[in-house]
């Protein structure tokens, strides 16, 4: 399977608190993408990040990649009650349009 | 704008009947893909085509089939379900030109379906 795997596999935190999540992958990689899906909805996507980049922040969101050890973190800072979903990260394989979903983080945010 | 829309949001099928979920979308995308989501697993792509009448396969394409007649509609087929294909499905889609690597996927909000 080339599917990726995420750490950990399950999160729960406080409030206010930084959530880290890692994902690692299996093959070459075109761009890698991070998506929430909060119960019984679809995905939706928060960051996207090149092959060519190493480190890129939106909003509260920090994503880092090595490509080297073909892994890749999602930082949330001041976490909220609100983050409380499954993250994925998705891989999209060079030279093709396939991505590969990892195994997902439920993360748990306590108000 | 409605996005990408996938019906029925549920379905119940004994196994060896037939169906087709329906996934259309109004943003003009040429990629559009469809994805079964099982717990712990993830989501592992099924079929996916770049645009009208070019379809592909997928990392799990057996016992479903799929066509692309129009760039809205992208249905996904189980000709004879069985208990393997109880699963969550998700319809997304994206430009396949040369933003492809550049752009988000946008998801339906999924079909549960149960084969009993």
């Known amino acids: 399977s080339q599917q990726g795997e995420e750490d950990p596999q399950a999160l729960s935190i406080q409030e206010g608190e930084n959530a880290t999540m890692n994902c690692s992958y299996k093959?070459?990689?075109?761009?890698l993408q991070w998506y929430r899906q909060n119960s019984g909805r679809g995905l939706v996507h928060l960051i996207l990040i090149r092959s060519n980049e190493r480190e890129k922040h939106s909003g509260r969101l920090r994503v880092t990649l090595d490509t080297s050890k073909k892994s890749s973190s999602l930082l949330i800072t001041a976490s909220r009650a609100a983050d409380t979903a499954s993250y994925f990260c998705a891989t999209a394989l060079s030279g093709t349009y396939k991505y590969i979903f990892g195994t997902g983080t439920r993360l748990k945010v306590l108000a | 704008n409605a996005g990408v829309t996938q019906t029925p949001k549920f379905q119940v099928l004994k196994t060896g009947q037939s169906m087709t979920l329906q996934c259309a979308q109004d943003?003009?995308?040429?990629?559009m893909s469809w994805y079964r989501q099982d717990p712990g697993m993830g989501l592992r792509l099924i079929h996916y085509?770049?645009?009208?009448?070019?379809?592909d396969q997928g990392e799990v394409p057996n016992g479903y089939n799929v066509s692309r007649s129009t760039t809205e509609d992208f249905p996904l087929r189980l000709l004879s379900a069985a208990p393997s294909q109880t699963s969550v499905y998700f319809c997304?889609?994206?430009?396949?030109?040369?933003?492809?690597?550049?752009?988000?996927?946008?998801f339906g909000n999924g079909t549960r379906l149960t084969v009993t």
């Open positions: 943003m003009n995308h040429e990629y």
């Open positions: 093959t070459s990689i075109n761009n």
């Open positions: 085509s770049v645009g009208a009448g070019i379809t």
């Open positions: 997304a889609s994206s430009y396949s030109d040369l933003t492809f690597y550049n752009s988000p996927l946008h």
